[in-house]
């Protein structure tokens, strides 16, 4: 599997735990994707939807602006 399938596969795969209510998982495909590719502005949106703290949030919303 190549390196854009794969973050396509955990985008996904993150969407689909935001939908089921498991905020960790979701959290934990995002950041993979963020580690893959730190460009990629719709992980980041999505991360900022599940982490914990506004200082995070804030973060990744950042990530997206710069983006």
Do not use: C, H, P
């Not at 993150?14 to 960790?24: K, L, S």
């Not at 950041?31 to 502005?41: A, G, K, L, P, Y």
């Amino acid at each position: 599997m190549s390196e854009d399938q794969k973050i396509k596969q955990l985008l996904r795969e993150g969407i689909d735990a935001v939908r089921d209510g498991d905020r960790a998982t979701a959290r934990d495909r995002f950041e993979q994707v963020t580690e893959m590719d730190e460009n990629n502005e719709r992980a980041w949106f999505y991360l900022a939807q599940v982490v914990d703290t506004d200082e995070d949030r804030r973060t990744a919303l950042k990530n997206v602006l710069v983006i």
